[in-house]
C-alpha cells in the first residue's frame, strides 16, 4: 500500500470507534511506544495525526490492527468503490456493507466481470487491495477472489 492510502487508514483506524471499543487501538498504542520508547499514556495523548503519522509508518503491526485499519479505511475511503463493487455482483449492500448475514461464493466468472467493472471507474491498485480484503476478511464466501484477480489482469 503506498505511504499516503497508509496514512489514510492509519488515520480511519485511530478515528475507528469498533477499533476504540477492542483492543486494537491499545495494541497500536503499545507499539508504539515501544518503537518510541515512550509511555503508552504519552502516545494516547498525541493527536491523531501524530498517532496516525507512527502507524503507517510500521512495517511490523500485527494482523488484528492492519486489519481493522483496512475495514475503517474502506469505509471512509472507499465507500463508491465497494458499493460499485457489490451492485456489479448483485450482492445487497448499505452504503457498501453487506446486508446479509451470510452471502452465496460469487463464481469466478462473475467476480472477474465485476473486478472489471469497477477498474473503469477506480484505481486497479485499490481494486485489488479491496477483493483481497475481503479475501482475507471472508475467506469461505470469497475464496475465488484471488483467481479473479489474476484472470482479469
Known sequence: MPLENRLLAADAFWRDEQ???GMQHMEAV??????LNFRAKSVQALPI?????????MQDVS??????AL????????KGLMAAFLDALGIS????????????PPPREKLV??????????PAADVDLYVRTLATLDGET????EAALAASE
Open 19 to 21: 477499533a476504540e471499543s
Open 30 to 35: 503499545v507499539s508504539i511506544a515501544r518503537r
Open 49 to 57: 495525526d501524530k498517532r496516525a503519522k507512527h502507524l503507517a509508518h
Open 63 to 68: 494482523d488484528a490492527v492492519a486489519t481493522r
Open 71 to 78: 475495514i475503517a479505511y474502506h469505509f471512509t475511503a472507499q
Open 93 to 104: 449492500h448499505e452504503d457498501g456493507l453487506i446486508k446479509e448475514e451470510s452471502v452465496p
Open 113 to 122: 466481470a465485476a473486478i472489471a467493472s469497477v477498474r473503469g471507474s477506480f
Open 142 to 145: 470469497w475464496a475465488e477472489a
